[in-house]
């Protein structure tokens, strides 16, 4: 089954969910914002993505451009953000046993679960 990491207010996230719902694709959701990951879960994540903590971070969110821009930080210290600053987490992102992907744009959602 495949895992939806969600966030309710993002267009792009609504819309894997409603490709998913309209092809019958069955799926469990996870909403970021409500039940943020923790550290290692955000590990977890990274490793099935293949890819580092920067490809995860929404630079263009309000709250990134007004306290983190600029800054840096070592992977650890972001993963540490981004657990408790969920908002900040690129979304959605699908996980289907051990690989994930940013469900951005749509088609990445449709290659995904056609695999």
Not at 33 to 45: G, H, N, Q, Y
Not at 68 to 87: C, H, R, T, Y
Request: aromatic residues 6%.
């Amino acid at each position: 089954m495949i895992k939806v990491l969600h966030n309710g207010n993002c267009s792009k996230s609504n819309a894997a969910l409603e490709y998913l719902v309209q092809n019958n694709i069955p799926f469990e959701m996870i909403d970021m914002i409500k039940d943020p990951l923790s550290v290692l879960e955000i590990k977890t994540v990274l490793k099935k993505l293949g890819k580092d903590v920067s490809y995860i971070i929404r630079v263009t969110d309000k709250l990134y451009t007004d306290n983190f821009a600029g800054k840096q930080l070592s992977d650890e210290a972001w993963i540490e953000v981004l657990s408790k600053n969920p908002s900040l987490i690129q979304r959605p992102i699908l996980i289907k046993g051990s690989s994930a992907i940013l469900g951005r744009p749509i088609e990445n959602v449709k290659n995904f679960v056609e695999k």
